[in-house]
């Protein structure tokens, strides 16, 4: 419904209202102006319409209301776009896949199975013993016999000093029966000690290997070992460690063992199970002396003092001899006026070395008994050694000369009271 005055237009501000058109309270305009007095009594009416109308304006659209529609504005249509032509795209050339080889798969190597190790036995006394008499030695110097124990292949030997008298040559019997001659390499009598080195062996030999263990321990089992003198029968007894003593002089320890002493042991064995040197037999007699043992123990050196110290000083040359085989020591007539040998000495085409200790070797005609004296250089490239014999019998006997295993090739005699210049040349 559209308004025809300027009243309705300024009135016609609710389109939704549900109670009262609008134009209609422009129809009562007139009325109203005649019934002023009436209009009075409406005014309560009136504000209760004002409220309603202020109130129309939260509510939804009526279903009777006709809402306008807003006038279209013209719009420019815009000119249709020309489409651009789509450039057709060159085929793409499909590679030709290059085959791929296959590899011939290696043969799986068939694993080698392991050998089960076999376990190694432990060895016995038995076992020890059948390697310690193999290295045992029978030792000959005039009429002494005496053991002593192969240490290398070469023909080192070590064995006991005073069995040797005075001489630095003694002969040699191995267990298999081979036989030779041995030099004293080194020896010291204050500890009964000596070490031997066989003069051109020409063979190897059986040896024991001198061990470096700290002594044995009371359950270890140990064979002591010797040759009889007279033969060559080996005497094999079992025995054990009883307890140890150490010299205080030279700290050497020395070992007793289970068993007696029966004679003839100096130089003797002492064998572990692994055929091993364990010990040097000592003989009672030393022991006793040294204030360590008593008569019929069984005693030895112990085998670290040989290994770390005493051999290795004995294979240095060392020499102290305390015999006195073969000089006047009994009391009674007067010795004999000694022979003096003296004279230049060169060895290798030098001048014999200071300390270097000279042999002479004086022999009974009837017998071939010999008997040695020595004396170290006292001046480089001279000598000077005196022999005195109190048995008569080695007189005008011949002497000859010996260092380092090899004799001069010229021979003296021995001459009671003699002074004899000699020179000697050794290779």
Known sequence: MRATGPETTAFAFCPRCKLINILDIVRWNGYLRMNIGRLSLLGPAIVVLIALVAACNSEAPPVNSVVLPPTPTNTAIPPTATPTATPTPAPTATPTPTPTATPTPA????????????????PSIADGIKIGEKALVK???????WSGVMISPSGRIVTS?????????VTFRTFDGATGNAWV??????LDLAVLEAINPGQQFAF???????FPTRSENLALMHIKAGDFAVQKFNSGIVGSRQDSITGITYLQLQGFSVG???????????????GLRMDSD????????????AWAMDSFALATAMIPRLQAGVSIINTTAGQCVDLGSPPPIPAIYKGDITVGGVPGPLGVRLYARAIKTSTSEALWFSQPLAVEGRYFLTISICDP?????????WLNSSPAPALTNYSVGKTLINDLVFP
């Open 185 to 190: 390499v080194g020896r010291d009598d204050n």
């Open 208 to 214: 024991a290997e001198v061990s470096s263990l700290d």
């Open 139 to 145: 030792l000959t110097a005039g009429a002494s016999q």
């Open 393 to 401: 019998s080695f007189a005008n006997g011949p002497v000859d000369f």
């Open 161 to 169: 000093s005073l069995n040797l008298g005075t001489a630095p040559l």
């Open 107 to 122: 043969p799986t190597a068939t694993p080698t199975p392991t050998a089960t190790p076999t376990p190694t036995p432990t």
């Open 264 to 278: 003839d042991e100096a130089g003797g064995a002492v064998f572990d199970a692994q055929g091993h040197l364990r």
């Open 286 to 297: 030393r022991m006793i002396r040294l204030g360590i043992g008593r008569i019929g123990e």
